[in-house]
């Protein structure tokens, strides 16, 4: 097993290299001239000079890509052209921000869409697989920021039930992230972001252990476990719905991913100051640095979750065991009838 994590490791290095390579190209070909950000052309020759020289910008092509590369490794991310701050500081502010946002409305998304989705397995064609099925599509079809716009206009303008979007009150940023969490206030204001996010992407875990846990179902050993006489509710958890979980795991990695990068829309719509909306104002704003530290760390988070995953196999399904070759899967229960063993993918994205 510690082989086969060695080179996973090794391959998600070379993913993050090339990741970071296709960035720094895409960038550079982007329409506009980036020096206009930072430097007028009113200035003085000399001055502008300078400026082009603290910014690496007068460099040729290939030494900005080995300077660019050398601060990836040493995390020195460089400063922004529009403010002139650490791209660190920047990233580290607007990601706690997202991943705040994103725990909330993933692990909301999760929980009820794996335990709704056991229950409508487990009552299959009832009351409840039948409306749980037609809501959750209706809310995956709609767009999040209609969705947003209706909690807004009803519990937000009509009601007053909640704010109308920011992290905290103005003029009442927390010093630390410890102390925003003991803020009521953001507490207050996180739940219509969180219920927009998560009933978007609900339909996802829901359905998805809906279908597995209706395969599993199905198996000799279910049907094993309730000829011992075991309750209920023990051969639906312990037996079905762990087995079952698998689909899950498998689609939760690359959908929280998604999620993180595609909270633009919410993050905008609740005035929320996270990495979907630094994303979009740096590319508009040619502001390279922030621009490639932001896609980047996306990219080097949805790597890390599929690596996560692969792991994670082991654990939830004692038939799939983690060889130096890949993942080994053995569909006997005693392991002896045959063994299919495939090889994992050295990029996955």
Known sequence: MFDYILRRLIYTLITIF???????????????????QVISPAMDPAVQSRMKEAFGLNQPFWMQYLIYM????????????????KVTDILAYRFWNTILLMAAGMCLTLVVGISLGVLMAWRRNGALDVIGTVVSLIFQAAPPFITGLLFLMVLSYRMGLFPTG??????????TALQLLFMPEFWHRIVLPTLTV??????????????????????????????????????MIKHAARNALLGVVTIAGIMIGFAVGGQVVVESLFSWPGMGQLMVESAAAHDYPVAQGTFLMLAILVISLNFLTDVLYSYLDPRIKITAKGISYTPSPEGSAFSLTWQAPAIQM
């Open 166 to 175: 920011g992290m905290y009150p103005p003029g009442q940023r927390p010093d």
């Open 198 to 235: 998560s009933l978007y992407y609900i339909s996802t875990p829901m359905l998805i252990m809906r279908d597995s846990m209706l395969e599993v179902l199905g198996s000799d050993y279910i049907e094993l476990a309730r000829a011992k006489g075991l309750r209920p509710m023990v051969v």
């Open 18 to 36: 090339a990741v970071a390579s296709i960035l720094f190209v895409l960038f550079r070909m982007l329409p506009g001239d980036p020096t206009l």
């Open 70 to 85: 050398k601060n990836l490794v040493t995390l020195e991310w460089g400063r922004s052209f529009v403010s002139a701050q």
